[in-house]
Every structure is written in structure tokens, then in C-alpha cells.
């Protein structure tokens, strides 16, 4: 039972959520309970000492493959499907993170080897069966797969990251490859901007405050920033506050935009529709703030405060120290 998580190499690391996956792989086991855990981690000018720091005595994994090449300086998922197969016949399993990475990959890949993805994974119940979510995350699906080999994105938010177990003396082994494969042809990177950054990174961070179109403006979404740099929270946005140009698309959170389980999610705002709570739902506290009473977010809320943000916000920013 050979696993295989692919994961990418940005900005210079790997993302935490490396081991939400590890966690989720360790559920999948053959009739003699055993699994063989591989990682491959795709990118360049890739920092080995970094990789070692992050993944070496876990027990749980047989072997880290890094694959350093220029060809994913910017990756796109032609390059990595074309990488990939070459390397899939040796594994039963394919694990991707449910995020843009993944969400890109998985197709591509399933189309070329004819095998049915299976996406957006939130548990494991045996080697065949998955759950996942479907109809923006409203409907929890159990699927058993008989494919030979399992194509998979995870929901890592789903998946605990602080069962990980390391052991000094345990040494997993790292290989190094920089073979030739076809790049693809058709299909050029060109440019990348990023038109606005977020203070934190929405998978990591333990409060997230989320605005909506009730912000009503740019300048309605800087009284949110001055409130998440008190309460060193990211920022979040629905797609309407995207659409209506308040903030760029790379805070949206949602169905078409990033999923996100933090300590707090504070909703500003937020009317909350069934594609904004698909991205939410997972989040362990929810605490919203609109004026209108019987708007959707408060069915989801552990707290509710009915009013006007534009009175509230500051009222909150004054007293938090
Ligand atoms: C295929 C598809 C995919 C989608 N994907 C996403 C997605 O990924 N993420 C996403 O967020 N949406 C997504 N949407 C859009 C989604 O359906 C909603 O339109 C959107 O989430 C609504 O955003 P909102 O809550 O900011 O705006 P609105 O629904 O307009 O809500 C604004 C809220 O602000 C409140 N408000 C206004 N003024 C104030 C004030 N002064 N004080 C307090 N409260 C106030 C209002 O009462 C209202 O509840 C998608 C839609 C489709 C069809």
C-alpha cells in the first residue's frame, strides 16, 4: 500500500498543512494495518536543510522525494501532471491538498490515467471508502472507489496536524531527483503579480476576521485591518466585497475561494450565503456582526452581534488594548 503526497515548494518552505496530510494518509492502511508513506515536494531552488527540519524523524513517512527543477520556478499543472506520470505506476494512492494546487492537478492527472478523482475528502473510513463534501459543502457523500490506483484531494482543516510523532532516531530518508521529463509545450508561464498580500497566511493563522459587501467600500475595509493588527488576525473577504473591488480575490474565502478552520472567525458584514459558510464551517468559533437580524450568519454563529458595523468596529477597537 504505497501513498504518495504531493505537495508544492513556495516561497521558499512547505506549507504546514504538509502534515494535516501526513494524518490523513496514516487512516489509509492495508488488511495487515501497514502503509508506506512517501512525500514528494515539487519546486526549486528547494532548501534541503529546510525539508530536513520540517519532515525528518516522522515516523510515519518512508521516504521524502524532492524534486528540484527550474520547470517549477512557477509551477503550472501541465509540467507537474507531466512529472507525475512518470512517477505514478508505483503508487495505489495520490494525495493532493484541496487548495489551488491540488484543485488544479487532480483533473489533469485523473483524465490522463482514466481514473475518477475523488475531491474535497474530509475522512477516511478504509482503504476504499472516502467522505466527501459536495453542493458547497452541504451534503456529506460516501463514496467507495475501485479504481487500481486512488486519486485524492484532502481537506486538511478536516485532518488533525498535532499527531504527528517524531522520533530522534528515526531517519527518514530524503532522495534528491532532477531527472528530464517532457515539458509541456503548449501552455507557457509568463507572469505572476500579486496584486495585494495578505498580512498572514489564511492557513495558518488562529483568528480570521472576514468582510463582506456590508463593509461597503475600500475605506471600509481598512477600519477591518486596524482591527486585525490589534488582534494579530488575517483578513477574508466574500466574493461580493471581491467583486465590488473592496479587496483582491486572493482573500477571498469560500466555494471558489480558500476554505479556512480557525480558532475565531469574525464576520463582518457577511449575509452568509451557502458559498461563504462552505469555507467557514469548519472554523471553531464564529462571531458575527450585521444589522439586519435575521441574515443567515447568525444560524452558523456561536455569537451574534446585531448592529451597525460602522458603529461597533470602533467602539471594539478602542476597547481592545
Ligand atoms: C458559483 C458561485 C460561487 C460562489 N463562491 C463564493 C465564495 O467562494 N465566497 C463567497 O463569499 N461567496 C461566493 N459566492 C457568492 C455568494 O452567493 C454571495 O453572493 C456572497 O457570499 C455574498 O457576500 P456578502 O455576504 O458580502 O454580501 P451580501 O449578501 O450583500 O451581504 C451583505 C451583508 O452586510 C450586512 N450589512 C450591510 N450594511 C451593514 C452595516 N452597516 N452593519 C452591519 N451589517 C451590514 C447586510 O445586512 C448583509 O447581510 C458564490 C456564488 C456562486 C453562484
Do not use: W
Not at 88 to 101: D, G, R, V
Not at 107 to 136: C, G, M, Q, W, Y
Not at 146 to 172: A, M, W
Not at 298 to 311: A, P, Q, T
Amino acid at each position: 500500500m504505497n501513498i504518495l503526497i504531493c505537495i508544492e515548494y513556495k516561497e521558499l518552505k512547505i506549507n504546514n498543512i504538509i502534515y494535516n496530510l501526513i494524518e490523513s494518509a496514516k487512516k489509509i492502511k492495508n488488511d495487515k494495518n501497514e502503509n508506506n508513506i512517501y512525500i514528494l515536494i515539487i519546486g526549486y531552488k528547494i532548501k534541503k536543510n529546510f525539508i530536513k527540519s520540517k519532515l525528518d524523524n516522522i515516523v510515519n513517512i518512508k521516504k521524502v522525494i524532492i524534486f528540484n527543477n527550474i520547470i517549477f520556478k512557477n509551477i503550472i499543472s501541465e509540467n507537474v501532471v507531466n512529472l507525475l506520470l512518470n512517477l505514478y505506476k508505483k503508487y495505489n494512492y495520490l494525495i493532493f491538498p484541496s487548495n489551488h494546487f491540488g484543485k488544479n492537478i487532480l483533473p489533469r492527472l485523473a483524465s490522463k490515467i482514466d481514473v475518477s478523482p475523488i475531491s474535497d475528502v474530509i475522512n477516511i473510513l478504509n482503504k476504499n471508502t472516502f467522505e466527501k463534501l459536495i453542493h458547497s459543502g452541504n451534503i456529506k457523500l460516501t463514496v467507495k472507489s475501485y479504481d487500481p490506483i486512488k486519486l485524492l484531494t484532502i481537506r486538511f482543516t478536516n485532518f488533525s496536524n498535532i499527531n504527528i510523532i517524531k522520533n530522534t532516531k528515526y531517519k527518514v530518508k530524503f532522495k534528491y531527483i532532477n531527472n528530464n521529463f517532457d515539458k509541456f509545450k503548449k501552455t507557457k508561464f509568463i507572469n505572476i503579480k500579486e496584486i495585494e498580500k495578505n498580512n498572514l497566511n489564511l492557513n495558518n493563522s488562529k483568528i480570521i476576521i472576514g468582510g463582506g459587501r456590508g463593509l461597503k467600500s475600500i475605506k471600509g475595509f481598512e477600519i477591518l485591518k486596524i482591527l486585525a493588527k490589534k488582534l494579530n488576525a488575517a483578513i477574508g473577504a466574500t466574493r461580493s466585497a471581491v467583486d465590488a473591488g473592496y479587496i483582491s480575490n486572493n482573500f477571498q474565502i469560500g466555494q471558489s475561494g480558500k476554505i479556512i478552520a480557525p480558532d475565531i472567525y469574525m464576520a463582518i458584514g457577511i449575509s452568509g450565503a451557502i458559498q461563504h459558510i462552505a469555507g467557514i464551517k469548519d472554523s471553531k468559533t464564529i462571531i458575527s456582526i450585521n444589522q439586519d437580524e435575521e441574515a443567515p450568519i447568525f444560524s452558523i454563529s456561536d455569537y451574534g452581534i446585531i448592529g451597525d458595523l460602522f458603529i461597533l468596529l470602533p467602539k471594539l477597537i478602542k476597547m481592545i488594548k
